[in-house]
DNA sequence: GCCAACGTTGGC
DNA sequence: GCCAACGTTGGC
């Protein structure tokens, strides 16, 4: 079991948005940077962990806890000539971009970038790394139970 | 809207 | 295969 904290802008998918879905579950479409592509396709099991974040936004940060709910398939919208994230070099036989499904699990307290660079537990977060702008990065064990306790505002038991 | 950082493209 | 030019990301 891996964790992952995954971008989204919130004016094309919000967490509130996947709540609303059927099965509390949307595709994770438009990924077109290979090394993001490549932990979806290679690293990713479906019941991983995933931090969903919002970015582009006023206020960016953690705003949810999710799921992968898939295993990887091709990303529809690379086939789709009226999508922003039409890509003309994929063919049906050979894709070249995939999607996951994510499914939300949990609406905790929003946990803001800026108070993400307070704790010093979430230090070594990769989304926190100078000039670091990958859209999927893995996060370790203890930085998400860290952000898990900040989510849901009380120590966590157990584990 | 700015701009630093990073990724991609394409000429050579 | 190098690398300059260009495009994109994303916080601020």
Avoid at 76 to 98: G, M, N, V
């Amino acid at each position: 079991m891996r964790y992952w904290l995954m971008k989204s802008e919130p004016d094309e998918v919000s967490f509130d948005d996947a709540l609303a879905a059927p099965g509390q579950t949307v595709p994770w479409f438009g990924v077109r940077n290979y090394q993001a592509r490549n932990f979806m396709r290679d690293a990713m099991q479906p019941g991983d962990g995933v931090l969903f974040y919002h970015s582009s936004c006023f206020d960016p940060g953690v705003a949810g806890i999710a799921e992968v709910a898939s295993l990887p398939y091709p990303d529809e919208t690379q086939f789709d000539q009226h999508s922003k994230y039409h890509d003309p070099k994929a063919t049906r036989e050979q894709p070249r971009w995939i999607s996951v499904d994510v499914r939300a699990l949990e609406k905790g307290r929003y946990l803001p970038l800026a108070e993400m660079r307070t704790i010093p537990e979430l230090e070594g977060m990769v989304l926190l790394q100078k000039g670091s702008r990958l859209s999927i990065t893995p996060v370790t064990l203890a930085e998400w139970n860290a952000i898990l306790k900040l989510v849901r505002g009380a120590p966590q038991m157990g584990a």
